[in-house]
């Protein structure tokens, strides 16, 4: 069964094989049935010692699941990422705004989170934080508030949760399909104000 939330951070869970899961990857299986995380995310965890078959560690992604194999996953405690809040424009404009969620414009040319923790140039999660500061606790720890992607060298339009409660229906949404581009039913189902038409982007 998928577990379309964000587990707790030191807390293992426990997926036995079923038959039709027989001969898959063992990061396509993990993944099928946490689809709130990236299959990378899972190969890291993998490649770090964080997931078991039967009681024993394993290090390769790709081996291949046995029905009744009693697969153990591990998911430690993310480490706290520091940001530094930006108070210039950016070029970043504000569309809508909601109790919930915001609606704003990314330019070309900024990162949309930092892609590591030694990168120094300012982000979009950096302005963020300097105009609405309840982000920082909203979602992921090295991404805040941020549930798509939209790479540097291209502008658009992107949704931003303000909210925990956002991020929870986003993930609940029956069109949820790990970091794709936002649609209208989440938007539809916070109960936004019907006088905004917000589209699949």
């Not at 069964?1 to 951070?9: G, T």
């Not at 560690?57 to 996953?73: A, F, P, R, T």
């Not at 940001?83 to 950016?90: D, R």
């Not at 923790?117 to 991404?143: F, K």
């Amino acid at each position: 069964m998928e577990n379309v939330h964000l587990m707790q951070a030191n807390s293992q869970h426990h997926l036995r094989v079923a038959p039709h899961e027989h001969g898959m990857r063992l990061d396509v299986f993990i993944t099928s049935h946490f689809p709130a995380y990236s299959r990378n995310f899972f190969q890291k965890l993998i490649d770090s010692e964080h997931v078991q078959i039967n009681g024993y560690n394993v290090l390769k992604q790709g081996m291949g699941i046995k029905v009744n194999d009693l697969v153990s996953i591990f998911f430690p405690g993310e480490p706290k990422r520091s940001y530094n809040p930006i108070h210039t424009p950016l070029d970043v404009r504000i569309i809508f705004e909601h109790e919930h969620f915001l609606v704003l414009y990314k330019p070309a040319g900024l990162n949309v989170h930092p892609p590591s923790p030694r990168h120094t140039e300012p982000s979009l999660v950096d302005w963020l934080l300097a105009q609405y500061e309840q982000i920082a606790t909203v979602g992921y720890n090295d991404r805040p508030g941020i549930v798509h992607r939209l790479d540097k060298d291209t502008s658009g339009i992107m949704l931003v949760a303000r909210t925990n409660y956002a991020i929870a229906t986003w993930l609940n949404s029956s069109n949820y399909a790990p970091y794709k581009k936002p649609i209208l039913p989440w938007y539809k189902a916070i109960q936004a104000p019907p006088a905004v038409s917000i589209f699949a982007l």
